[in-house]
C-alpha cells in the first residue's frame, strides 16, 4: 500500500454519509442565517475537512453541480480550479503544514494572526471570504487566543470554518463562539466498501482496516497507505509470542523507525499494540480473570511511549524494548 495516495480533502469531489450535515449548513445560508464560525466535529477520517472545502467553494461562489451531492461544484468552475490551485484569493487556510510542505507540531501563532488582516479586507471576487482551520486542536496556546479575537469581533460576509476531532480541548470561549456541526462514522460496511473500492484489497482486509478506523472513511485509507495491515499483524505476532520476546523480529521492526517515515510506523505499532491489548483486557474482564492490573499498566505505557519518545527524542529501539518487557511481565501474572 506504500504507493496508495490519499487525496487532499481540497481535491475530494464526492462525500458520502453526510448528508444531514451538508443540508443543515446549506438551509442556514440560503436562508440568510449563515453563522460567523462553524465547528465541524467528529472523529478523524469522517469528512469534516472534506466538507470545509466544499461549503468554501459554495461560498466563494461556486453554483451547486447535483452529480458532486448538496454541496457539490463543478470541478471545471474557475471557483473550484482556484481552489484546488490554493490561490483563490477569498480563502485563506491555516493547517500544520508548513510552506515547505512538511508537517509542523502545531498551528503557530504567526499563522493564526493573519487571519485578523485577512477578514479586515473586503471580498476580492467572491460573495464571502472564507477562512479553514484544518485542525483547531493543532493551534498552540496562543494561537487559539488569535483566533478568539477573530471570533470575537465577526468580520462582515466573513465565515470561519473549524475541523475539531477533539472539541473538548478547544477553549469554552472559542466553542461557545460557533456553531457546532456534528459528523458521525460511515459505518463499517460502508467503509469496508469505500476503501476496498480505492485500494488494493481483498474483503477481508478492507473489512479489518474499516474496523481500526472505527467506520472513519478517511481513516481507513489513511491506514491502508501507512501499510498498517503489516503493522496490526505485527503486533498480533507480538502478543502472541508473550512471554517471549522475538528480539530477532523487534529489532527488525525497529529498523521501520528510522527516516522520515518512522515515527510513524513506530506510532501506528504502538497504536495497534494499545488497540490489541485493550481487547484481550476487556475480553478477560469480561470472562472473571484477575489480576488485570499488568495489562492495564502496559497499556498505559503503549499510550505514553509514542508521546515521550516524541517529545524527548527517545530512541524509539529502546521504547519498543521497553514496551515489550511491560507485556512480558503482563503475560506472566
Not at 5 to 24: F, K, N, S
Not at 169 to 182: E, G, M, V
Amino acid at each position: 500500500m506504500a504507493d496508495l495516495e490519499v487525496p487532499h480533502p481540497r481535491d475530494v469531489q464526492h462525500l458520502d454519509g453526510q448528508e444531514l450535515a451538508e443540508a443543515a449548513f446549506e438551509s442556514a445560508r440560503v436562508r440568510g442565517r449563515l453563522h460567523h464560525a462553524w465547528l465541524l466535529t467528529g472523529p478523524e477520517g469522517v469528512g469534516k475537512a472534506t466538507f470545509a472545502y466544499r461549503a468554501a467553494r459554495r461560498l466563494l461562489g461556486a453554483p451547486a453541480y447535483a452529480p458532486n451531492g448538496t454541496l457539490g461544484a463543478d470541478p471545471d468552475h474557475p471557483v473550484a480550479r482556484q481552489v484546488a490551485a490554493r490561490s483563490h484569493p477569498d480563502l485563506l487556510v491555516l493547517e500544520r503544514e508548513g510552506p515547505d510542505g512538511k508537517p509542523r507540531k502545531v498551528i503557530p501563532v504567526d499563522d493564526a494572526r493573519k487571519l485578523a488582516e485577512f477578514f479586515s479586507k473586503s471580498p476580492a471576487s467572491a460573495p464571502h471570504r472564507v477562512a479553514i482551520v484544518d485542525a483547531a486542536d493543532d493551534l498552540n496556546v496562543n494561537a487559539a487566543n488569535a483566533i478568539l479575537k477573530t471570533l470575537e469581533e465577526p468580520p462582515p460576509r466573513g465565515v470561519m470554518l473549524m475541523v475539531s476531532h477533539s472539541p473538548g480541548r478547544l477553549l469554552p470561549t472559542i466553542r461557545s463562539r460557533c456553531r457546532r456541526l456534528a459528523f458521525h462514522p460511515l459505518g463499517i460496511e460502508a467503509t469496508a466498501a469505500f476503501v476496498a473500492a480505492r485500494a488494493d484489497l481483498n474483503p477481508e482486509e478492507a473489512l479489518r482496516l474499516a474496523h481500526m478506523a472505527e467506520g472513519a472513511p478517511g481513516q481507513a485509507l489513511s491506514l491502508a497507505a501507512a501499510n498498517a495491515l503489516a503493522m496490526d499483524d505485527a503486533a498480533r505476532d507480538l502478543l502472541a509470542d508473550l512471554p517471549r520476546i522475538d528480539e530477532t523480529r523487534a529489532l527488525s521492526l525497529s529498523e521501520s523507525f528510522r527516516g522520515g517515515q518512522g515515527q510513524a510506523q513506530f506510532n501506528l505499532l504502538f497504536d495497534r499494540l494499545a488497540a490489541r491489548v485493550h481487547r484481550l483486557t476487556t475480553d478477560h474482564a469480561a470472562q472473571g480473570f484477575g489480576r488485570l492490573d499488568r495489562w492495564a499498566q502496559a497499556w498505559e505505557t503503549l499510550q505514553r511511549l509514542p508521546r515521550e519518545a516524541e517529545a524527548l527524542n527517545l530512541d524509539r529501539a529502546d521504547a519498543l524494548f521497553t514496551a515489550l518487557t511491560e507485556l512480558r511481565q503482563a503475560a506472566q501474572t
